[in-house]
C-alpha cells in the first residue's frame, strides 16, 4: 500500500504532552518525516529519519518508529504548535514514489 | 542557506497548461544528493506530491498525474520548472517547490526547504 493514515484532528492542554501518529505499510521499511503547516503558511520540516531535528527546531519535538507505525511526539506542548502536521515518507515497492498522511490538526488547548 | 522560490502565472483556464518555475537561491542545484520536487495542496486539503527530477535528469511522477506533468531542470538559470497539461477547476491549488533528500541506509526522505507556495486558479 503506498497511503498513511492519521488522525484527522488530535487536541493537548497546555504544556501537557501529545503524540500525533502515522500508519501505513512503507513505514516498515522508510523512517517518516513530518512536517508542521500553520494558516498561509508553508509546510516546515520538524523531524526527519530516525529521530532528527532540523536547525531552529525545538527539542520538544521527537519522533520515534514502530512497526508500520511513526510517531510525532510533542512534549509540553505550547500554543505556538497549534497546526496541521504531515507525516511523508517513500511508497516501500521500490518505485521511488512519495506519499504524505492525511493531516492531522492539532489543537491546544 | 538554500531558499526556493516559485513564480507563475495565476490564473490559468481549463484545458491549458500550467507553467511554475522554482528559482534555488543558496545552492546550486546540481550540487549530488538532493532531488527537486512539487507538492501542491488543494484548498482546505492535505498535501499532493506531483512529482520530482534528479539533479541528474531522472524524473518521477505521481501515478495519478503522470500523464499530463513534466518537471525538467535548468541548470544554467538554477531554475526547475513544472509543466502540467489539460488543466481542469480540480487542478486550482497552492503549489509548492521543495528539495528533496534521501538516505538509503536507513531508509528516510525528507523535504527541506520549500517555497512559500502560489496559488493557481484554473478558470475561464
Known amino acids: 500500500s503506498s497511503e498513511l493514515t492519521q488522525d484527522p484532528a488530535v487536541s493537548v492542554a497546555l504544556g501537557q504532552t501529545v503524540r500525533i501518529t502515522c500508519q501505513g505499510d512503507?513505514?516498515?521499511?522508510?523512517?517518516a518525516s513530518w512536517y508542521q503547516q500553520k494558516p498561509g503558511q508553508a509546510p516546515v520540516l520538524v523531524i526527519y529519519?530516525?529521530?532528527n531535528r532540523p536547525s531552529g527546531i525545538p527539542d520538544r519535538f521527537s519522533g520515534s518508529s514502530s512497526g508500520n507505525t511513526a510517531s510525532l511526539t510533542i512534549t509540553g506542548a505550547q500554543a505556538e504548535d497549534e497546526a496541521d502536521y504531515y507525516c511523508n515518507s517513500r511508497d516501500s515497492s521500490g518505485n521511488h514514489f512519495v506519499v504524505f498522511g492525511g493531516g492531522t490538526k492539532l489543537t491546544v488547548l | 542557506q538554500v531558499q526556493l522560490q516559485e513564480s507563475g502565472p495565476g490564473l490559468v483556464k481549463p484545458s491549458q497548461t500550467l507553467s511554475l518555475t522554482c528559482t534555488v537561491s543558496?545552492?546550486?542545484?546540481?550540487?549530488?544528493?538532493?532531488?527537486w520536487s512539487w507538492i501542491r495542496q488543494h484548498p482546505g486539503k492535505g498535501l499532493e506530491w506531483i512529482g520530482y527530477i534528479y539533479y541528474s535528469g531522472s524524473t518521477y511522477y505521481n501515478p495519478s498525474l503522470k500523464s499530463r506533468v513534466t518537471i525538467s531542470v535548468d541548470t544554467s538559470k538554477n531554475q526547475f520548472s513544472l509543466k502540467l497539461s489539460s488543466v481542469t477547476a480540480a487542478d486550482t491549488a497552492v503549489y509548492y517547490c521543495?528539495?528533496?533528500?534521501?538516505?538509503?541506509?536507513?531508509?528516510?526522505?525528507?523535504?527541506?526547504?520549500w517555497g512559500q507556495g502560489t496559488l493557481v486558479t484554473v478558470s475561464s
Open positions: 521543495a528539495r528533496g533528500a534521501e538516505r538509503l541506509v536507513p531508509k528516510e526522505n525528507w523535504f527541506d526547504p
Open positions: 512503507s513505514l516498515r521499511s522508510y523512517y
Open positions: 529519519g530516525k529521530n
Open positions: 543558496g545552492g546550486s542545484i546540481s550540487s549530488g544528493g538532493y532531488y
